[in-house]
């Protein structure tokens, strides 16, 4: 969308700038070598044509096609932190209209060349994810007797703090491929690989999941930190990128401080600000 924008004012400037008489966009009148009567008229020409060029342009903006703009809605705290009620469609689907849109469209698609895509996961709220959290951290601590901060770091591999977490927001998807049989947790990234039964629905996934705006949020790349590799986690990429970026507009550490759930006594500011920039924002860099 971005180059689409780019290119549209690039040509535009270009032709503004040729019928100025400028060589270059920013560069100055290329004026004759002629008397100065014919200098000052050329001059009082070229106003005169920047001024009626200026007002085409500046009515191109407002009349330039919506869809190359983004709509930036505004988010509260409470939905951005799943404490908000909001409209979810789709029965088992459970994501905001435009994303279970998207989904069934990209459903279809894949149904055709042999692959069930079947959710998992889709929208959570803070109260789930809190439930999550607390099973985990007791489970750690008392019945594996686990330090505290130890019990902390296993659960950040995969699960988030409540109140973080990207399924709050109607846009994120866990999904595998429904037609493979297998037993166990299903969200395990041995089974997308090699001889694993969703190996075809990752392939697949990889080559049109961004067709219809999903993308991988936790990559396998190498050097990226926080939560470990998920290649059954997807996002809509046309919501999610706004809410991320109004989410990174608030004082996450503040707001995480305010809350109250097993082990949270044990967070420092340092501990959340390493968090925050490894496990919330070392994702995907198309979904930044």
Request: hydrophobic residues 35%; proline residues 4%.
């Amino acid at each position: 969308m971005t180059i689409h924008i780019a290119k549209y004012f690039l040509t535009l400037g270009k032709t503004f700038s040729k019928e100025l008489g400028y060589n270059n966009i920013g560069n100055v009148f290329d004026i004759p070598k002629v008397g100065k009567y014919n200098i000052q008229k050329t001059n009082q020409m070229k106003r005169r044509s920047f001024i009626h060029k200026s007002s085409f342009f500046g009515m191109a903006l407002t009349t330039m096609p919506h869809s190359i703009w983004p709509t930036q809605e505004e988010y509260t705290v409470e939905e951005l932190m799943g404490k908000a009620e909001i409209k979810l469609h789709g029965e088992g689907i459970n994501l905001r209209k435009e994303a279970h849109d998207a989904f069934l469209e990209m459903k279809k698609a894949a149904y055709s060349d042999g692959i069930d895509l079947k959710i998992v996961s889709s929208f959570r709220d803070f109260y789930r994810q809190e439930s999550i959290w607390e099973r985990k951290y007791n489970q750690y601590t008392e019945s594996d007797n686990m330090d505290p901060l130890d019990a902390i770091d296993k659960i950040i591999e995969y699960s988030t703090i409540p109140g973080t977490s990207r399924h709050h927001w109607g846009t994120d998807i866990d999904i595998i491929d429904g037609y493979r049989k297998t037993t166990g947790d299903v969200l395990v990234p041995e089974k997308f690989e090699e001889e694993g039964p969703f190996v075809a629905f990752k392939k697949w996934m990889d080559e049109n999941s961004r067709k219809y705006g999903f993308y991988l949020v936790y990559t396998n790349e190498p050097k990226r930190k926080g939560f470990k590799y998920e290649p059954w986690h997807y996002s809509y990429a046309p919501i999610s990128i706004p809410m991320l970026a109004a989410y990174r507009s608030k004082n996450i550490l503040q707001l995480i401080q305010k809350e109250e759930f097993s082990g949270k006594e044990h967070f420092t500011a340092g501990f959340i600000r390493s968090y925050i920039r490894n496990n919330i924002l070392d994702i995907n860099p198309e979904l930044l």
